[in-house]
């Protein structure tokens, strides 16, 4: 059965409040350290730990990294542009780190070195490259790696756009990218631990106002986490808490890992874990992770998208139709209509489920000259049916059996049936018979 994550980000989210989240939820902790401890890094070691966030008990994942490579993080008043009293505090992404780092491990000052601009630093550089084969030379495993190396591809871009540069000219400043790679890998881990196969995002509350980076103060939420909400449909939620809620890695692991935007009608919620943040804003500073099963409701429902289109040519609809079933649509079909001025046209007509429409009309509107699109949510009535792959005098086959009552009625795939009159040079009707009586007389 699939497992289903729902991310509830009512308190921003953040790489470490993430891995949290996901360790309070069931990853093993024995298994992320073992697999953190294949990175090829020494700069680094993990504490997980419990703490109170207004009264919730929660799990605490922070990175500690060693003396000569431990910047911290200023204090809240800093970020704020006020006077800072010289208090540090280590925090998750080391988001806004003095004359260090910006959001999650990117150096600003590293933007000006690449026109030109010499700013002085005392640690090395990652590129994206270097990180992509710190991980893809460690112990973690193929998904977790994919995973991981998804979520940096995301922070990567949207860095870049920010700092007007190319992906390969980003470069993660080496205590940044430490912290960054450690929580990404983690979450990488933690997810493919708990063999999660859904991720529903739907919003992510971000705070206002402004924060101090190494160059002056910037607007929340900062440009890296502005530039992912943009490119991957991210909803904020912008509340009235003055700070940065969202941080760009965080940010990057929810865009990366999402596949819903919504929770299902019905559910049923498994398990439940809260994963705490470093900063006190105000507000309850966790990230709540919960394990749903959706619950089927005896309705089937399914969506119907409709849009009429004159200027298309038949080969055109037809490799339209094709992309469409490729990509998920139930059935797809066109049905000749008259537009005004008495214009020749067709009816496109989609069938589908609603985690596919986005997809779906995005294909449509790509490849015809539609302008617009119809949808409507449909109940519908289905028999009580199943697909199998069933042994035949002809070889095996694949059928859609149905009940009505007690009646029983079988439906071979086409292609099973194409595929078995080619090897045995028989009539479509001949191997569609032949395959049907066999499907029937299947004892259940």
Same mark, same amino acid.
């Given at each position: ?80 542009? !006020? ?36 700013? +002085? ?15 893809? %030379? ?76 190494? !160059?002056?103060?910037?607007?929340? +939420? ?165 697909? /199998? ?39 479509? /009707?001949?191997?569609? %018979? ?11």
């Amino acid at each position: 059965m699939s497992r289903t994550l729902y991310l509830e980000c009512y308190s921003g989210i953040s790489g470490d409040m993430t891995v949290g989240a996901l360790l309070d939820l069931g990853a093993d902790e024995g298994v992320l350290k073992r697999e953190l401890k294949s990175l090829p890094l020494d700069e680094f070691e993990i504490a997980v730990t419990r703490v109170k966030k207004s009264g919730l008990d929660a799990c605490d994942f922070r990175v500690i990294l060693d003396e000569a490579h431990d910047p911290h993080d200023h204090d809240m008043e800093y970020l704020h542009g !006020h006077e800072h009293n010289q208090a540090h505090v280590h925090t998750d992404g080391l988001e806004h780190i003095h004359k260090q780092s910006h959001a999650d491990g990117l150096e600003h000052s590293h933007a000006e070195e690449a026109h030109g601009h010499h700013q +002085p630093h005392g640690h090395g550089h990652r590129g994206l490259h270097e990180i992509q084969e710190i991980i893809e %030379n460690s112990g973690l495993s193929r998904r977790a790696k994919e995973t991981a190396l998804r979520i940096f591809q995301v922070l990567a871009e949207a860095e870049a756009k920010a700092h007007g540069m190319s992906v390969e000219q980003v470069h993660f400043h080496e205590v940044g990218a430490v912290d960054s790679i450690v929580d990404i890998a983690a979450a990488a881990v933690c997810l493919d631990h708990l063999d999660i196969e859904e991720v529903v995002v739907s919003e992510l509350y971000e705070g206002r106002g402004t924060i101090r980076c190494q !160059h002056g103060i910037i607007p929340v +939420p900062v440009p890296a986490v502005a530039n992912i909400a943009s490119a991957y449909r991210l909803p904020l939620h912008m509340t009235e808490t003055e700070g940065e809620l969202v941080t760009p890695t965080g940010a990057a692991i929810a865009a990366a890992v999402r596949t819903a935007d919504r929770l299902p009608e019905n559910y049923r919620i498994l398990k439940t874990g809260m994963g705490a943040g470093k900063r006190d804003y105000g507000r309850t500073g966790v990230l709540r992770a919960m394990l749903i099963e959706p619950e089927q409701k005896e309705t089937d429902v399914i969506w119907h998208l409709e849009t009429n289109i004159d200027d298309c040519t038949g080969e055109a609809l037809g490799y339209v139709m094709n992309r469409l079933m490729e990509a998920g649509a139930r059935d797809v079909y066109y049905i000749p209509v008259y537009m005004k001025k008495n214009r020749p046209a067709y009816e496109l007509n989609v069938i589908c489920k609603e985690k596919d429409i986005e997809q779906l009309q995005e294909i449509i509107f790509l490849n015809t000259t539609t302008i617009g699109i119809r949808r409507r949510k449909m109940e519908r009535e289905v028999l009580n049916r199943n697909i /199998q792959d069933i042994h035949t005098p002809l070889g095996e086959a694949r059928v859609k059996i149905c009940k009505i009552g007690t009646e029983k009625r079988a439906y071979p795939e086409y292609d099973s049936i194409i595929r078995l009159c080619k090897e045995h040079n028989l009539s479509y /009707q001949q191997v569609w %018979n032949t395959v049907s009586r066999a499907a029937l007389n299947i004892n259940e």
